[in-house]
C-alpha cells in the first residue's frame, strides 16, 4: 500500500490528472481544499483562505487526516489530490509563520517518498469559485509547495508539460521503476 500525493499550485492540472487515475480504476481522494471552501463558501460567516488562511487551513489538516487514516485502510495504491504538507507550503506562500507543533504533526503521517508536482501552466491557468489566486501567486504557492515537501524528506517528482495520458505514463513509469524524481 503506498499513499502518492499528486500537488501544485492552482490551476496547473492536479484534479483532471486524479479524475483520470479514477476513471482508470486507481484509488483518489480529491482535493480536501475545495469541498473545504465549498461547505464554508455555504455557512453565513464561513472560514475561507482568501479571509483567514490560518483557520482554513486548519479545517483543511481535519479533513486530510480522516482522508489519510481511510485512504490507509484501503491497502491499495492510491493517490491524493494534495496531502497534509500542502498547507505548510500555503502558510508559507501567505507569509504565515508555521507552528513546530503542525510540523511534528505532520511527519506522523508518512505519505510514498516521491511527491508529484504538477508545475504552474499558464496555458491551462484559470480561476474558478475556488482559485481565487492569479497565476503569479500560482507559481509562488508551486515553489513553496515543493520546497516544504524536500524539507520534509520527500523527493519531488515535476509532472512534464504534456497530455493527461502523457503525465499519467510519467506517474505510473515512476512508480514501477522506483525512479527518482527532479
Not at 484509488?27 to 483557520?55: C, K, N, Y
Amino acid at each position: 500500500m503506498s499513499l502518492y500525493i499528486i500537488t501544485g499550485g492552482p490551476g496547473s492540472g492536479k484534479t483532471s490528472l486524479i479524475q483520470s487515475l479514477e476513471s482508470k480504476g486507481y484509488r483518489i481522494f480529491p482535493e480536501a481544499s475545495r469541498m473545504v471552501i465549498s461547505e464554508q463558501q455555504e455557512q453565513p460567516s464561513g472560514t475561507l483562505p482568501w479571509t483567514d488562511l490560518h483557520g482554513f487551513q486548519h479545517l483543511v489538516f481535519e479533513r486530510q487526516k480522516r482522508d489519510y487514516h481511510a485512504a490507509k485502510e484501503l491497502q491499495d495504491i492510491v493517490f491524493l489530490d494534495r496531502g497534509l504538507p500542502d498547507g505548510l507550503g500555503y502558510m508559507k506562500s501567505g507569509g504565515l509563520l508555521i507552528p513546530q507543533e503542525l510540523k511534528e504533526d505532520i511527519v506522523q503521517f508518512p505519505y510514498a517518498d516521491t511527491v508529484f508536482l504538477t508545475p504552474p501552466w499558464k496555458e491551462i491557468y484559470k480561476n474558478d469559485s475556488a482559485r481565487w489566486e492569479d497565476f503569479e501567486k500560482a507559481q509562488d504557492i508551486f515553489f513553496s509547495l515543493k520546497e516544504v515537501y524536500e524539507d520534509l524528506g520527500y523527493t519531488t517528482a515535476t509532472l512534464p508539460f504534456d497530455s493527461i495520458e502523457k503525465r499519467i505514463d510519467f506517474i505510473l513509469n515512476c512508480i514501477s521503476t522506483g525512479k527518482k524524481g527532479s
